[in-house]
């Protein structure tokens, strides 16, 4: 299985936010750039869709419109290459949650 986040490593931790949630895979770095804070546009996107607005992706810490994160505790590295999908792609996941 591949992490849910970059959707490129295969997984390698396995997250539980809390009880309610179901649990997040995600590789390394991906499971460090969400306890950061500094997750890339699609990675964000990509969390989102499977996992909505939960805590460690709260509106707070990224920008909806823009997949920015605005608070991260590390630097955000090489966002340019994890863009955020398009606003109409981006309406039609949400519309399907
Ligand atoms: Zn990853």
Known sequence: MKCESCKINDFEVEQLED??????????????RLENKALRPLEFFNLTAIHGHSSHLHDDFYDYETGEATQPDIEVVESEKFPFPTLNKFRIVWTGL
């Open 19 to 32: 009880e309610q949630q179901k649990p997040y895979y995600l590789c390394k770095s991906c499971f460090d």
